[in-house]
């Protein structure tokens, strides 16, 4: 699963992992600690990487070791859909002004913070700037192209729930080689 920052990865991902009871992992989490042991934002970790590769490939390296894995497993990552091919891929879509009012009013997003409206929309533009550009350079890949996608969903005005069981009935079609939505807009 991969989208917008703001989008609602962490919170579909946790309320897929508890409805499948599958192991689940983040590479946000792990860019969020690395920056966090250089003493960095995640958006200077973002603006590092694009000088440091290290940094992609000790996260994307963790990615990649999941390929050989029996396990169901739901991933929220930028380039999970890249290095696991035959993973259901996930795009969740959301505009950045919205994103930015949810990361505003979000307490718990204690990892992230900003001072107002304006530099948390500018702050989560740049990340994302970074991060296109950046996997473009290396990979040679679109983040946001929607081709390289099982399944978009706009997660403007819906909720988790609503999220997560759009996502499970689509993979159950999916199995079953029955059509389903690619581009869900609540």
Same mark, same amino acid.
């Given at each position: 699963?991969?989208?917008?920052?703001?989008?609602?990865?962490?919170?579909?991902?946790?309320? +897929? %992992? #508890? $409805?499948?009871?599958? @192991?689940?992992?983040?590479?946000?989490?792990l860019q969020?600690?690395? !920056?966090? &042991?250089?003493?960095?934002?995640?958006?200077?970790?973002?603006?590092?990487?694009?000088?440091?590769?290290?940094?992609?490939?000790?996260?994307?390296?963790?990615?990649?070791?999941?390929?050989?894995?029996?396990?169901?497993?739901?991933?929220?990552?930028?380039?999970?859909?890249?290095?696991?091919?035959?993973?259901?891929?996930?795009?969740?879509?959301?505009?950045?002004?919205?994103?930015?009012?949810?990361? +505003? %009013? #979000? $307490?718990?997003?204690? @990892?992230?913070?900003?001072?107002?409206?304006?530099?948390?929309?500018? !702050?989560? &533009?740049?990340?994302?700037?970074?991060?296109?550009?950046?996997?473009?350079?290396?990979?040679?890949?679109?983040?946001?192209?929607?081709?390289?996608?099982?399944?978009?969903?706009?997660?403007?005005?819906?909720s988790v729930?609503?999220?997560?069981?759009?996502?499970?009935?689509?993979?159950?079609?999916?199995?079953?080689?029955?059509?389903?939505?690619?581009?869900?807009?609540?």
């Amino acid at each position: 699963m991969t989208g917008d920052i703001g989008s609602g990865k962490s919170r579909v991902s946790a309320y +897929l %992992r #508890d $409805k499948l009871n599958f @192991k689940s992992y983040s590479t946000g989490d792990l860019q969020r600690h690395i !920056a966090k &042991q250089k003493n960095l934002t995640t958006l200077e970790l973002n603006h590092l990487s694009e000088k440091d590769e290290s940094i992609d490939h000790e996260i994307d390296g963790f990615t990649k070791s999941l390929r050989d894995t029996k396990e169901d497993l739901i991933i929220d990552s930028r380039l999970a859909w890249h290095f696991l091919p035959t993973s259901f891929k996930i795009y969740l879509f959301l505009e950045p002004v919205v994103a930015a009012e949810r990361i +505003l %009013r #979000d $307490k718990n997003r204690l @990892k992230e913070s900003y001072a107002n409206f304006e530099e948390t929309l500018k !702050a989560i &533009q740049a990340r994302q700037k970074s991060e296109i550009n950046r996997f473009k350079k290396m990979y040679h890949v679109k983040l946001n192209d929607w081709n390289n996608y099982d399944l978009i969903i706009n997660t403007k005005k819906a909720s988790v729930r609503e999220v997560g069981n759009q996502i499970l009935t689509s993979i159950e079609l999916k199995k079953n080689n029955q059509k389903f939505p690619k581009k869900i807009f609540f």
